[in-house]
């Protein structure tokens, strides 16, 4: 009889294989699906993960593999502290979509002015953004006890609404001909993200991304805000015997992780993206719920797991391309990997026995 | 631009060796919105794919893309199929057009068609139909049939495209019955079909029983079914597994012909950068079959409208027309110009309501 038996302590081992584990899985299992849909499995996965990196074109997918990690790598990373303690952020996609339009708001208020202080200034209006919009799921846990996950994925829908309003209202190009959607910051000097090294997709995001990384590892095993971070997550009631208040500690997880998605969403609008738009948010803040996870909540872990994302993206699309896999098969591919880390994660704190129960 | 550069070197580079490899292949790509199955425009686009791979056989090779957000994704999918050796590569959404002008720079030599927009360049063209011609038909069947005078629409987005097919449709419905009156809701969103049925549900307990729509899915038709005694119209796509009632006609789009003739003009090597906007006359607009639910003189005012359309000899907005807010617009017999009605952000005379803003 096969059964699983828990382990006396979590194992460490596993906790760090089953990442790879998982990617492994995925490749077998999503390799099976290619195959039923009778496209050639070996090509496709390569395609996947080989294309993008060492392929024909790798000297133009590298680069794109930033622009499409460092959103990630940033979001998550700020909600990695709250899940380590507890404090579930599902609201990134919104306090993106705020940063992207208070920073783009601040820049566009002095537009066409040429001044060194704007893009700056949109960083800072950004960050506040998505700190502000993170702060409402937090002061309303704080006061009323109310369910922060519940109150920060629904401002994700309240936030898509003040989208479409101000790309067809406040913010929408006076030259666009009607048509919804800002200016394009990336013709504006001043306000663009432009790549720091032309053809190397280094972006002012993916040097705040890994910033944000250090800062974060810091953090948590240097500071004493991290250790009441991982205190809390680990062992509530020792928390509060070693005096950590609940209501600093929420303010600050959710607060942090609001500003760095108000962060993300600047740097992709005055950059890669250019435009507030009805359709500008593309999933990042609920993708890299995913990449927190998939890093195991770790900083370092995040940095790779947000490569590993980007990639399964930018190869999925050559694939695509190539290959004519429909789009769905893709997603069905990314799925799996969270599923496979997940059940692979039972092995972490379980093991397969074989044989009968020993009696305790 | 250093990249640039590289860019446009592999691409002469991969040119000149698919060249010697396949000479008579033409690659033509398509990136898409939504998924190839959303019964709607995405659908369509694929339609008319197949079709230039019906056309020119083995002459032709076709990749696509489906599902590809606007923006930054929408660039790196364009850069990807260039890279790879398409020729010509139509961009079938309105979200597509920064990006598209941005990847026809760096790919001078790659030939692009950009759906709905309004920027060009040498290597750029853009194409559109004229949908709101379509309305004009369905106005006409709407302001016969109903019966409540409440017609209910479902819009999409407020922007140009969408407020020009509710004034041609309202023109139209009170043209044939003058006391006929919309109500609008605004679903801001292309495809969902949860909103949809939504939003078609309301417009019918405010007591529409037509119901037109600008969204994409057939949700609002499923929704007309369930509640019975309305009549609803394809939208993008025949929608015909609901005829003949609720949906009593369509508007189709139909943009296999021109693709066809775009793709031959690369294969010809007369293709120029151009901005086309055809209509029912050029068959880019195709009205879906009138059915029986329809009665037989109210089916043959709607084809006579859609055949002077076709011909030329009928405008669908001809004055006189004045604005929502009283004002001139059109004179007597005068027509609109191409110009105002692309950015059109008024409603005319007769509908309540103002556009989001």
Redesign the interface.
């Known amino acids: 009889m096969i059964r699983l038996e828990k382990r006396p302590q979590p194992s460490r081992a596993w906790s760090m294989a089953t990442p790879l584990v998982a990617v492994l899985a995925t490749m077998l299992f999503g390799g099976l699906l290619f195959a039923a849909l009778g496209k050639p499995p070996v090509e496709a996965i390569r395609t996947i993960f080989w294309e993008p990196l060492f392929g024909e074109?790798s000297?133009?997918?590298r680069p794109?593999l930033l622009?499409?990690g460092a959103p990630l790598v940033l979001i998550a990373i700020g909600l990695s502290l709250g899940f380590r303690a507890g404090i579930w952020n599902i609201g990134a996609e919104g306090q993106y979509i705020m940063g992207a339009i208070c920073g783009a708001g601040a820049g566009l208020a002095f537009y066409p002015a040429e001044s060194f202080f704007i893009f700056p200034l949109m960083v800072v209006a950004g960050a506040l953004g998505g700190w502000a919009w993170a702060m409402i799921p937090a002061v309303l846990k704080t006061r009323f006890g109310t369910n922060e996950i519940l109150v920060s994925l629904m401002l994700v829908y309240v936030a898509e609404?003040f989208l479409?309003?101000v790309s067809?209202?406040l913010l929408k190009n006076p030259e666009g001909?009607?048509?919804?959607?800002s200016r394009?910051l990336?013709s504006w000097d001043s306000a663009h993200n432009a790549e720091l090294i032309?053809?190397s997709g280094m972006h002012w995001g993916v040097v705040a991304a890994l910033i944000a990384v250090i800062f974060a590892y810091v953090l948590l095993n240097r500071h004493m805000t991290g250790y009441h971070i991982r205190l809390t997550g680990e062992a509530p009631r020792a928390a509060k015997f070693a005096g950590v208040n609940p209501t600093r500690l929420v303010l600050f997880c959710l607060g942090t992780s609001g500003a760095l998605a108000g962060l993300a969403g600047l740097f992709?609008v005055s950059g890669?993206?250019?435009?507030i738009?009805?359709?500008?948010n593309?999933?990042y803040g609920f993708t890299a719920i995913i990449v927190a996870f998939l890093g195991r909540l770790h900083p370092v872990g995040i940095l790779l797991a947000g490569g590993l994302m980007a990639l399964t993206?930018?190869g999925g699309?050559?694939a695509?391309?190539?290959l004519?896999l429909?789009?769905?098969a893709i997603q069905v591919f990314q799925g799996m990997l969270l599923f496979f880390l997940l059940a692979f994660d039972l092995l972490t704190n379980f093991r397969i026995a074989v044989g009968k129960p020993v009696q305790a | 631009?250093?990249?640039t550069n590289?860019?446009t070197s592999?691409a002469v580079a991969l040119g000149l060796a698919a060249g010697a490899a396949m000479a008579d292949t033409t690659k033509v790509?398509f990136v898409y919105v939504g998924?190839?199955g959303d019964g709607g425009w995405t659908y369509e686009h694929d339609q008319g794919r197949k079709a230039v791979e019906a056309e020119f056989g083995d002459k032709v090779e076709t990749?696509?893309?489906?599902?590809?957000?606007?923006?930054?994704?929408a660039?790196?999918?364009m850069?990807?199929?260039a890279?790879?050796g398409a020729d010509l590569i139509f961009t079938t959404s309105?979200?597509y057009m920064?990006p598209t002008i941005?990847v026809a720079k760096k790919f001078p030599n790659v030939k692009f068609e950009h759906a709905t927009g309004?920027k060009r360049s040498d290597n750029v063209s853009t194409y559109s139909a004229r949908f709101y011609e379509g309305r004009a038909v369905q106005g006409t069947i709407a302001g016969h049939m109903t019966e409540s005078n409440i017609i209910g629409y479902i819009g999409s987005?407020?922007?140009?495209e969408v407020i020009r097919g509710i004034n041609s449709a309202y023109i139209h419905a009170k043209k044939v019955n003058p006391n006929v009156e919309f109500k609008i809701v605004w679903a801001?969103t292309w495809f969902d079909p949860a909103k949809e049925a939504d939003a078609a549900k309301v417009l019918i307990e405010q007591g529409a029983d037509v119901i037109l729509q600008h969204t994409d899915s057939t949700a609002p038709q499923a929704a007309a079914q369930a509640a019975g005694n309305v009549i609803t119209f394809g939208q993008a796509s025949d929608m015909s597994e609901y005829a003949p009632k609720p949906r009593v006609s369509s508007i189709i789009d139909d943009w296999a012909p021109y693709y066809i003739a775009r793709t031959k003009a690369v294969i010809d090597g007369t293709w120029e950068s151009k901005d086309t906007w055809d209509g029912i006359g050029a068959g880019m607009v195709g009205i879906g079959e009138i059915s029986d639910a329809v009665p037989a003189d109210v089916k043959a005012a709607a084809l006579a409208i859609k055949d002077s359309l076709a011909d030329g000899s009928y405008h669908a907005f001809t004055g006189p027309i004045k604005k929502q807010d009283g004002s001139d617009w059109l004179a007597e017999g005068e027509t609109a110009d191409d110009g105002t009605l692309?950015?059109?952000?008024f409603y005319v005379e007769g509908l309540e309501g103002d556009i989001?803003?």
């Open positions: 074109f000297f133009y997918y794109q622009v499409k609404q479409a309003s067809l209202g001909f009607g048509f919804p959607g394009n990336q032309t053809g992709e890669p993206s250019g435009q738009t009805i359709d500008f593309v999933g993206y930018i699309d050559i695509q391309s190539n004519q429909p789009a769905a | 631009m250093k990249l590289l860019l592999a790509g998924p190839v990749v696509y893309v489906e599902n590809v957000a606007e923006g930054p994704d660039e790196r999918v850069t990807q199929m890279l790879e309105f979200g920064d941005n309004y987005y407020p922007i140009p801001f692309a950015g059109m952000n989001p803003q």
